[in-house]
């Protein structure tokens, strides 16, 4: 570039740290035109916008302005405007004189979900107090929802999203709420597959113990559940040494089985959300496809998989057929739906509340421990312990108001 050249640079923007600015701040009662009559009083003093911020709490509004100073002689003038702007409009002004933009936030950015059911003071807070002694910036708070519990985020910098994810965990569980800690980023809206578990996620119920209880043999079922859960049997032999008390039921008990299954609070709500924002969502279930077959169909989901249980001669055989569902199996499963889905590994949600889903959980972008046992909680990305299950959507920053704008208005999206 030759000297007579000039660089070809903006000559607004963002100012630097020593050029005057002006914060402009609005209180009142909202209603409609407030913003347009702030900046059609500030227009006339030719500033520029560095920073806009606004929020409505109960019909209250507050409304903040950063902009550029103007001269010395206009900046006076600009404060009796705007103060008497104002007033026309029955609202109050304040005007800071300062210099430069806003901080910079700190490195390391999460988004820290609370949701209470109800949300206290006393428990907010201590989860407010946990971020400071962090080394953590609450840089704004919103609410996501107030329905079916209290969800707000905070936008937090200054700290590693790991090292907030352990501290939170702790003050979390000591005040009764439940947060979740994801990292900031183009990528939480960017997960566009959700593979849940069935047993207890997607369902209250145990479809193993449903079968059970038509055969007349939940003792025995629960016999080697325990012995499973004592580690004297893995997956694989606690399926088939359950699956074979079941050996000589009628086939009919399958549709008896279907009609006693219960969803969970908000499932429905969950997957029509998803589905109308355009995720992919599948199950994956330790149980049997006799039921999974039959939700995938009913809540319209895109995949589905599970064990067989084998019918003979309109009996069940007490075996299972095809491919095992089980703890590695469910991980599996997840990458083939990802793949099938067209959707990186990086941007899938996985869902589940038992030991058999944590390879699952793992392997996901994002694992929920849903009402999960507490190695499982230790171990996922992030937990929910409320029994509804929608409220996994306020994990990925789905607000509310979103959820009820997917609906369209036609009252489909109930509990």
């Given at each position: 570039?030759?000297?007579s050249?000039?660089?070809?640079?903006?000559?607004?923007?963002?100012?630097?740290?020593?050029?005057?600015?002006?914060?402009?701040?609005?209180?009142?009662k909202?209603?409609?035109?407030?913003?347009?009559?702030?900046?059609?009083?500030?227009?006339?003093y030719?500033?520029?916008v560095?920073?806009?911020?606004?929020?409505?709490?109960?019909?209250?509004l507050?409304?903040?302005?950063l902009?550029?100073?103007?001269?010395?002689?206009?900046q006076?003038?600009l404060?009796?405007?705007?103060?008497?702007?104002?007033?026309?409009?029955?609202?109050?002004?304040?005007?800071i004189?300062?210099?430069?933009?806003?901080?910079p936030?700190?490195?390391?950015?999460?988004?820290?979900?609370v949701?209470?059911?109800?949300?206290?003071?006393?428990?907010?807070?201590?989860?407010?107090?946990?971020?400071?002694?962090?080394?953590?910036?609450?840089?704004?708070?919103?609410?996501?929802?107030?329905?079916?519990?209290?969800?707000?985020e905070?936008?937090?910098?200054?700290?590693?999203?790991?090292?907030?994810?352990?501290?939170l965990?702790?003050?979390?569980?000591?005040?009764?709420?439940?947060v979740?800690?994801?990292?900031?980023?183009?990528?939480r809206?960017?997960?566009?597959?959700?593979?849940?578990?069935v047993?207890s996620?997607?369902?209250?119920?145990?479809v193993?113990?449903l079968?059970?209880?038509?055969?007349?043999?939940?003792?025995?079922?629960?016999?080697?559940t325990?012995?499973?859960?004592?580690?004297?049997?893995?997956?694989?032999?606690?399926?088939?040494?359950?699956?074979?008390?079941?050996?000589?039921?009628?086939?009919?008990?399958?549709?008896?089985?279907?009609?006693?299954?219960r969803?969970?609070?908000?499932?429905?709500?969950?997957?029509?959300?998803?589905?109308?924002?355009g995720?992919?969502?599948?199950?994956?279930?330790?149980?049997?496809?006799?039921?999974?077959?039959?939700?995938?169909e009913?809540?319209?989901?895109?995949?589905?998989?599970?064990?067989?249980?084998?019918?003979?001669?309109?009996?069940?055989?007490?075996?299972?057929?095809?491919?095992?569902?089980?703890r590695?199996?469910?991980?599996?499963?997840?990458?083939?739906?990802?793949?099938e889905?067209g959707?990186?590994l990086?941007?899938?949600?996985?869902?589940?509340?038992?030991?058999?889903?944590?390879?699952?959980?793992n392997a996901?972008?994002?694992?929920?421990?849903?009402?999960?046992?507490?190695?499982?909680?230790?171990?996922?990305?992030?937990?929910?312990?409320?029994?509804?299950l929608?409220?996994?959507?306020?994990?990925?920053?789905?607000?509310?108001?979103e959820?009820?704008?997917?609906?369209?208005g036609?009252?489909?999206?109930?509990?």
């Amino acid at each position: 570039m030759s000297a007579s050249q000039t660089p070809d640079v903006p000559t607004t923007g963002v100012p630097g740290p020593d050029v005057p600015t002006l914060l402009v701040k609005i209180f009142g009662k909202d209603r409609p035109g407030i913003t347009a009559g702030l900046f059609d009083t500030l227009a006339a003093y030719s500033v520029d916008v560095v920073d806009i911020e606004q929020v409505v709490s109960r019909g209250r509004l507050v409304l903040c302005a950063l902009v550029t100073e103007p001269t010395a002689v206009g900046q006076g003038e600009l404060r009796a405007t705007v103060h008497s702007w104002a007033e026309s409009m029955k609202l109050q002004a304040e005007i800071i004189s300062g210099t430069g933009d806003n901080r910079p936030r700190g490195e390391g950015r999460s988004h820290v979900t609370v949701l209470g059911h109800p949300l206290t003071a006393e428990q907010t807070a201590a989860i407010a107090a946990r971020i400071a002694e962090t080394g953590g910036n609450i840089d704004r708070i919103f609410r996501l929802a107030k329905y079916p519990v209290t969800a707000v985020e905070f936008a937090v910098s200054g700290c590693g999203t790991e090292a907030l994810r352990t501290a939170l965990a702790t003050e979390a569980h000591s005040v009764g709420v439940d947060v979740a800690v994801v990292s900031a980023g183009l990528h939480r809206r960017a997960q566009r597959l959700v593979v849940m578990d069935v047993d207890s996620t997607l369902i209250q119920d145990e479809v193993i113990e449903l079968f059970a209880a038509h055969a007349g043999c939940e003792d025995k079922v629960a016999e080697v559940t325990a012995a499973a859960m004592r580690g004297e049997l893995d997956f694989e032999q606690s399926l088939h040494a359950r699956v074979e008390l079941l050996a000589g039921l009628d086939a009919s008990v399958v549709d008896k089985v279907r009609a006693e299954v219960r969803l969970t609070p908000g499932a429905r709500t969950l997957i029509r959300t998803l589905k109308r924002l355009g995720y992919q969502v599948g199950v994956v279930s330790g149980g049997f496809t006799q039921v999974t077959d039959d939700l995938k169909e009913k809540l319209g989901l895109d995949f589905a998989q599970a064990n067989t249980l084998e019918i003979v001669d309109g009996r069940l055989t007490g075996r299972v057929t095809g491919e095992i569902v089980d703890r590695a199996g469910k991980a599996r499963l997840l990458r083939r739906f990802a793949e099938e889905a067209g959707v990186p590994l990086a941007q899938t949600v996985a869902i589940g509340d038992g030991a058999n889903d944590l390879d699952m959980l793992n392997a996901a972008g994002l694992g929920v421990a849903f009402n999960a046992k507490p190695v499982v909680r230790r171990a996922a990305d992030t937990a929910v312990n409320v029994p509804f299950l929608d409220t996994v959507l306020y994990l990925l920053g789905i607000t509310r108001e979103e959820v009820e704008a997917a609906d369209g208005g036609t009252g489909e999206l109930l509990h």
